[in-house]
């Protein structure tokens, strides 16, 4: 028989098992998948590359994204066919979308990006999406993805100094610098661009991770408190054609001034 000593031992057993148990499932509980997300369809322009490795839906919470540390990098889509339907899950918050294609036997590079959401009607204008809850799935945020700007990564870059001479516009928040590789661009992606520089400075030193092409223009955009970036707000253009050869040149020199 079972001494009363014994059954008071099994039964302390049998409260503190119940107790590990409630402990686990409220130590799991942060550990539910993400049930928020971005939904659409990937249109995709132009032929497949052959040495195609993985191509990935990338959200970054701020544009410009300086390199891929400022990138959520999804899951590996299809290979193949014009359009593939996707849908991203992320926390609440907003967030900006692009397509970054990846080739056989090299890694992810900024400069791989090959289609950005943009604002519908203007190809010029970054879009960012705002997810407002843990449940909502935000739907029909279309991607263009044209294989034409599909490039290796790469370590080639364009540095120099620029001056600010003037009164800088009243409400300038940041900046970016950029090199286009056509004048006046017709895509985002025709430009290369440095990451979110401090407004009201006199000078500064910077560096665009730039793929090998030849870029037509450098020049600044500003972007002001509470607006969108716009390329209206392009100011101090160089007009002169850079060469970047191969993807380990670094174009040093490329200085210029900016007068407000």
């Known amino acids: ?10 039964l302390l057993l049998i409260i503190l098992a119940t107790s590990l ?12 998948p993400i049930r928020s997300g971005i939904s659409g369809t990937i249109k995709y322009i132009g032929k497949w590359p052959q040495n195609t490795a993985e191509v990935r839906i990338i959200a970054a919470t701020k544009f410009p994204p300086s390199d891929l540390n400022d990138l959520i990098i999804g899951d ?4 193949g066919g014009d359009s593939t339907i ?6 609440p918050g907003d967030y900006y979308l692009g397509l970054v294609w990846r080739e056989r036997d090299a890694s992810w590079g900024i400069q791989s990006i090959f289609g950005i959401y943009t604002t519908p009607g203007n190809a010029l204008s970054p879009a960012a999406i705002s997810i407002p809850d843990e449940k909502s799935i935000v739907t029909g945020k279309d991607i263009v993805a044209d294989f034409a700007y599909a490039k290796k990564a790469s370590s080639s870059s364009i540095s120099g ?10 409400q300038s928040e940041n900046f970016m610098v950029i090199a286009a590789t056509k004048f006046p661009p017709t895509s985002l992606l025709d430009m290369a661009f440095t990451g979110l520089q401090p407004a009201y400075v006199d000078s500064i030193n910077y560096s ?5 092409a030849t870029y037509h223009v450098v020049g600044v955009v500003i972007k002001k408190v509470n607006q969108s970036w716009a390329l209206e707000n392009l100011v101090g253009l160089l007009l002169k054609d850079i060469i970047v ?4 040149s670094a174009i040093k020199g490329v200085d210029f001034p900016v007068f407000f």
Do not use: V
């Not at 665009?208 to 090998?212: K, Q, R, V, W, Y």
């Not at 050869?245 to 380990?248: A, E, L, N, W, Y």
């Open 245 to 248: 050869p191969t993807d380990t």
């Open 86 to 91: 996707y849908t991203f899950y992320l926390s």
């Open 21 to 32: 148990i409630f402990l686990t499932c409220e130590m799991n509980h942060g550990l539910e």
């Open 208 to 212: 665009i991770s730039a793929a090998p």
């Open 161 to 170: 100094k620029i001056s600010f001479i003037g009164n800088w516009p009243e």
């Open 1 to 10: 028989m079972i001494s009363s000593k014994n059954r008071q031992i099994q």
């Open 76 to 79: 590996i889509l299809p290979i």
